[in-house]
T-cell receptor, first 114, second 111 residues
Framework: KAGVTQTPRYLIKTRGQQVTLSCSPISGHRSVSWYQQTPGQGLQFLFEYFSETQRNKGNFPGRFSGRQFSNSRSEMNVSTLELGDSALYLC?????????????FGAGSRLTVL | LAKTTQPISMDSYEGQEVNITCSHNNIATNDYITWYQQFPSQGPRFIIQGYKTKVTNEVASLFIPADRKSSTLSLPRVSLSDTAVYYCLVGATSGTYKYIFGTGTRLKVLA
């Protein structure tokens, strides 16, 4: 059974650019959630999608956006990159996104903003 | 939404049993408790989940007292490879849900 796949694994951008990250969930999982992890802030929830609808959003500016496709694959986009956006971006999938569901995480996309 | 509190860090020696406690005072009736382990530059991975009393699997045990305001992850006979950050997560079985991870506990296993 394939795990959660995130692409790209590493990327370098410069300030002001935008970036799109992709997440392919485990087959059959309909919920995808995204997180930003930095050494100083830990694991922070960005947003969660279920059946192509954003159900929850964390406390991040509007530069951070996402979407989910009909096959449950998800993308997140960060526009007008800032140095502080350098982080490991993780996505996780689960069956339905409830608290009783186990989250399966991908390996992450490490973004460096110069 | 239940907020969790854990010790920031713990040290242990190989072969010892390690207990990490998570406080979740405002846990709701429908909330489950789930623990994850994270190694550097990797995504967290599931360890164990429970609702009440005790749950045991091949890698850990989870103890939940009757009031469910805390939970304790027990790792038997730790090895150097157990050095990682451990997170507890509390969430409901239904309804919209935000996955709010606490600071996690950084466990360092010493030889």
């Amino acid at each position: 059974k394939a795990g959660v796949t995130q692409t790209p694994r590493y990327l370098i951008k410069t300030r002001g650019q935008q970036v799109t990250l992709s997440c392919s969930p485990i087959s059959g999982h309909r919920s995808v959630s995204w997180y930003q992890q930095t050494p100083g802030q830990g694991l922070q929830f960005l947003f969660e999608y279920f059946s192509e609808t954003q159900r929850n959003k964390g406390n991040f500016p509007g530069r951070f956006s996402g979407r989910q496709f009909s096959n449950s694959r998800s993308e997140m986009n960060v526009s007008t990159l800032e140095l502080g956006d350098s982080a490991l971006y993780l996505c996780a999938s689960s069956l339905e996104g409830s608290g009783a569901n186990v989250l399966t995480f991908g390996a992450g996309s490490r973004l460096t903003v110069l | 939404l239940a907020k969790t509190t854990q010790p920031i860090s713990m040290d242990s020696y190989e072969g010892q049993e390690v207990n990490i406690t998570c406080s979740h005072n405002n846990i709701a009736t429908n909330d489950y408790i789930t623990w994850y382990q994270q190694f550097p530059s990797q995504g967290p991975r599931f360890i164990i989940q429970g609702y009440k009393t005790k749950v045991t699997n091949e890698v850990a045990s989870l103890f939940i007292p009757a009031d469910r305001k805390s939970s304790t992850l027990s790792l038997p006979r730790v090895s150097l490879s157990d050095t990682a950050v451990y997170y507890c997560l509390v969430g409901a079985t239904s309804g919209t849900y935000k996955y709010i991870f606490g600071t996690g506990t950084r466990l360092k296993v010493l030889a």
